[in-house]
């Protein structure tokens, strides 16, 4: 079968090219942003990638089209599909009807924590011997790849709130149909498609409603907006985590920086996690992850063994490298409460040492100004902050996150970012660059600017 894929070269449509070509279909893919890694992970799975958006592409006809959700009426590709009636479907009815069927899903679903819990969990599974398949919007480094179709029965999947398609307006979660169900979090986003927290609350209550009564779902204690959506109705056993107080899953004798602590499951200690990754917001997707698995039948302390040698998603916190004694992190945090608990690993791992943070305000409610008065508080603990203003901005950076003082850069153009980190930065200093974008490859142009 001949599956043709617009809007291939993103992380999930990505994942379903690699999951189709696996199960021996014949795959090929259009997209504005064919280039590395994802189109080198492509090609190398034989995958015949094409650039834009041609009707072209599209002869002779496939045998299917899966449209990514960026795609979107007067996309030329899009027309051609309609005008010549040629069979569509969106990634994650695709993903349903073809592997999903008959999988024991686990979705990690959250505004926050989704790819990190969900890179955890596929390892914790892996690490037992399962031989999961997942679906992931990153790149596990216990994987190297953001998607496997796996071994029967177990299946991983990033359950995302986005919408599904041009076509099909609900989120992308309803299409799982999971039996164990992570909800890590819940706030306010994609303010491009939801018009208030309510509406997000109403489609997360659409998921809880596809979780069988034999299934298990995974809810934080003390996360109101996710007791709201529970209080709409729900038909599933619940277990609740939480890193503080004394939830079914919780810890005790935690590392201030999150690096080492100790798991409860329900009043018995199931070993002591000592990693390499940081925050608070880890310790709590760790729990979620470990509640996930044993209900697929993983003790706890086999999960936490597990979680010992786990390496964290790429752009997750990553270390780009370090020069002259000053580090450069790479991470994906584009929302206040992301930005914030980044931050305070960060500052708990690092002391004293200057944080000198680099923000790109890049997504779509980012770039709406919606979360642009939570944005001064989320970075108060660097020390220096720089902010990538463009005009195309909808806000005013520098009266917005006037309550830095002097602490606050806001500049246009990245190279005066740039010039700016590398005059100042020193030994010791930690460099911390968030974006849930390529952000002009400033990543390694700070490394190369330094090492001169």
């Not at 990634?91 to 990190?116: F, I, R, Y």
């Not at 799982?176 to 927290?197: C, G, K, Q, S």
């Not at 206040?336 to 790109?360: F, M, N």
Request: proline residues 5%; charged residues 20%; negative net charge.
């Amino acid at each position: 079968m001949h599956i043709h894929i617009l809007g291939i070269c993103g992380t999930f449509m990505g994942g379903i090219a690699l999951i189709a070509r696996s199960m021996g279909h014949q795959v090929s893919g259009s997209d504005e942003n064919v280039y590395p890694p994802m189109s080198t992970q492509l090609e190398a799975a034989g995958i015949r990638l094409l650039q834009g958006y041609e009707p072209v592409h599209l002869e002779p006809a496939p045998d299917q089209v899966v449209v990514g959700n960026a795609m979107s009426r007067g996309n030329p590709a899009v027309e051609y599909l309609l005008e010549r009636g040629l069979p569509y479907t969106s990634g994650p009815q695709w993903l349903a009807e073809n592997l999903l069927q008959d999988s024991w899903v686990l979705a990690v679903a959250g505004t926050h924590g989704k790819t990190s819990t969900s890179s955890m969990l596929a390892w914790i599974l892996e690490y037992a011997g399962l031989n999961p398949g997942f679906l992931i919007g990153g790149v596990p480094e216990n994987f190297g790849v953001s998607a496997r179709a796996g071994k029967a029965p177990f299946f991983v999947v990033e359950a995302d709130e986005y919408d599904t398609a041009f076509f099909d307006k609900r989120s992308k979660f309803v299409h799982y149909r999971p039996r164990t169900l992570v909800m890590n979090n819940l706030e306010f986003d994609h303010a491009d498609i939801f018009d208030d927290l309510e509406a997000i609350e109403r489609q997360f209550h659409h998921l809880v409603r596809t979780v069988p009564g034999n299934g298990l779902i995974i809810s934080p204690l003390n996360d109101g907006n996710l007791h709201d959506v529970l209080d709409m109705g729900c038909w599933t056993p619940v277990e609740h985590f939480d890193p503080d107080f004394e939830a079914s899953w919780h810890v005790t004798n935690a590392a201030p920086d999150g690096s080492s602590f100790d798991v409860v499951c329900e009043t018995e200690n199931a070993g002591r996690v000592e990693w390499s990754l940081t925050g608070r917001h880890n310790v709590s997707n760790a729990l979620s992850a470990l509640a996930a698995a044993r209900h697929a039948g993983v003790p706890p302390a086999v999960g936490v063994a597990a979680l010992a040698e786990f390496r964290n998603v790429k752009r997750r916190m990553e270390l780009r490298g370090e020069v002259r004694g000053v580090r450069v992190y790479d991470d994906f945090a584009h929302h206040p409460t992301a930005i914030s608990s980044t931050l305070d690993g960060l500052r708990r791992h690092v002391g004293e040492q200057r944080i000198l943070a680099v923000l790109e305000p890049r997504s779509n409610t980012m770039r709406m100004g919606v979360h642009a008065g939570l944005l001064a508080d989320s970075l108060a603990l660097a020390d220096e902050v720089w902010v990538y203003a463009p005009e195309s901005l909808g806000w005013d950076a520098a009266s917005v996150l006037s309550g830095l003082g002097k602490r606050l850069h806001a500049h246009g153009r990245t190279q005066s970012i740039v010039d700016e980190v590398v005059a100042q930065a020193g030994e010791g200093d930690q460099v911390l660059v968030m974006s849930n974008g390529g952000f002009e490859g400033i990543h390694q142009r700070l490394l190369d600017a330094l090492a001169l």
